[in-house]
């Protein structure tokens, strides 16, 4: 697998009518089990745009989970955009019928021929099961849709990951530690960071400036991110070239 993804889909967070909780989760879920996301998209309730982009996602080797559009209303598209990007029919799921059904009984109700229409799903699917309600979303290879809802989305999301990836949980430790560099300037120390990526293959070298404010004087937040065991090695290199360029420092 090259890497993790994300598709947030909805109209409502595209116009700002509803902040999205689903990036700022997804990274905690992830984080929990030892993996980083690699990838996010937004994209609105636009049918043709998610089927291009779910065609270009498919034909890769990523991960990805993507939030919303998988009910019944007019502005639902992601069941129907992920079987055209992947060039099959939609049909009813066995297994996702029978949730459908158990749900109906448990709340005493019939189901209806537009309800059932839930688990109408990419033919090859899996479902992803739904402790919330039990109206299921699907996996189709390594890609995985559930509702936009939070209450749903987010154990279903839990699910998948502990279900399918269990192997690369902490696969790629990784360690980070940083310095303030006072009244840097980025492009004085990109030599320093070049270098440093040269010595340690295992390791990122990254920047994060700070203008400067009436109570913090302008800085760069200097560090490395990377295999732990190459992380200290690398910041005495790093702090030794700051030095050598007449900066002060203080550790993060």
Request: charged fraction near 25%.
């Amino acid at each position: 697998m090259k890497g993790i993804g994300a598709i947030i889909i909805g109209d409502e967070i595209m116009l700002g009518k509803r902040a999205d909780k689903h990036f700022p989760k997804l990274l905690e879920l992830l984080a929990a089990r030892g993996l980083v996301l690699d990838w996010a998209l937004y994209i609105g309730d636009d049918r043709q745009r998610l089927t291009d982009t779910l065609r270009r996602t498919l034909a890769g080797d990523d991960i990805v989970f993507s939030f919303g559009g998988i009910g019944n209303t007019p502005d639902d598209h992601t069941r129907q955009a992920t079987a055209a990007a992947a060039g099959v029919e939609l049909a009813l799921h066995p297994d996702a019928e029978r949730e459908i059904r158990a749900r109906f009984a448990e709340i005493g109700r019939e189901v209806t021929d537009l309800q059932l229409g839930l688990g109408n799903f990419p033919v090859g699917s899996r479902i992803i099961p739904n402790p919330y309600n039990r109206i299921p979303g699907f996996s189709l290879g390594h890609h995985h849709f559930v509702p936009g809802f939070p209450q749903m989305a987010w154990p279903m999301v839990e699910w998948v990951l502990d279900s399918y990836y269990r192997e690369r949980f902490n696969a790629r430790p990784t360690a980070e530690a940083a310095i303030l560099v006072w009244q840097g300037l980025e492009g004085t120390l990109i030599e320093l960071m070049r270098e440093v990526e040269a010595e340690f293959p295992g390791i990122k070298v990254f920047s994060l400036p700070f203008l400067g404010s009436t109570e913090v004087q302008r800085h760069i937040e200097l560090g490395v991110r990377g295999v732990p065991q190459q992380v200290p090695a690398a910041m005495t290199v790093i702090r030794h070239g700051v030095k050598e360029l007449g900066y002060s420092f203080d550790e993060k």
